[in-house]
């Protein structure tokens, strides 16, 4: 994938398992699109980062304990000393909340402009 090869940074955001079966795996099964790795893996149970030659587990999600991420991982993970977990805001930002109110009355003027008239 050209995005992969000419960015600076890669961050993957996935899923950690589906079906049961880890995403996280130690040997990619599936054919290679770029040939340098990824920076930093996402899920919604953990933070990893490839290194050049382990995944480190970097942050787990809050309520998600260490021997999860690992029971769900199909790759050996380095576990450093601490891990702490993902840093989570409670509360929206102010400015998304206007542009989520702005962009609902563009949405709502934009359906009853398509409206046939009567």
């Known amino acids: ?11 993957v955001a996935m899923i950690h398992t589906a079906k ?3 995403k996280i795996v130690q040997k990619c099964s599936l054919p290679l699109t770029s040939v340098r790795r990824v920076d ?14 382990a995944l480190v587990l970097r942050e787990v999600a809050p309520g998600v304990a260490v021997e ?7 790759a050996k993970l380095i576990i450093p000393g601490h891990v ?13 909340l206007r ?19 009567e």
């Open 40 to 53: 930093l893996i996402v899920t919604g149970l953990a933070v990893v980062e490839p290194t050049s030659g």
């Open 84 to 96: 702490p977990a993902m840093p989570i805001q409670e509360e929206p930002h102010r400015q998304w």
């Open 68 to 74: 999860q991420v690992v029971a769900a991982s199909g």
């Open 1 to 11: 994938m050209d995005l992969a090869t000419g960015a600076k940074r890669v961050i």
């Open 20 to 22: 049961g079966a880890p």
């Open 99 to 117: 542009l989520r109110s702005a962009s609902s009355v563009g949405v709502a003027r934009a359906q009853t402009s398509l409206q046939a008239p």
